[in-house]
Nanobody
């Protein structure tokens, strides 16, 4: 059973960088051919995909967030990390990490989500 757990600060000040880590257990983030994504849900809105890190280490980001987003990984800890720079209150959301297939159509494991509030 694969489990994902998000961790990081719940409060970030405007203009700072949001940093969240997803720790994966029960499966390796380097296993072919899985992809590891970050997704968020602002209050009262739908899910928004942010970007992914593939099993091989390649990344792809949402065009709308690409200029501010970086996803990296630590294979020794089986973790992948989201960094979102220059945050504003509009980045306030519940942030999720999840695993999916190459098509992006099948998300089979999700973290429980973590609330991040951007406020001074």
């Amino acid at each position: 059973q694969v489990q994902l757990q998000e961790s990081g600060p719940g409060l970030v000040k405007p203009s700072q960088t949001l940093s969240l880590t997803c720790t994966v257990s029960g499966g390796s983030i380097t296993t072919n051919y899985y992809y590891w994504s970050w997704i968020r849900q602002p209050p009262g809105k739908g899910l928004e995909w942010i970007g992914y890190m593939s099993y091989s280490g390649s990344t792809y980001y949402s065009p709308s967030l690409k200029s501010r987003t970086s996803i990296s990984r630590d294979t020794s800890k089986n973790q992948f990390t989201l960094q979102l720079s220059s945050v504003t209150p509009e980045d306030t959301a519940v942030y999720f990490c999840a695993r999916h297939d190459a098509s992006g159509a099948l998300y089979d494991y999700w973290g429980q989500g973590t609330q991040v509030t951007v406020s001074s």
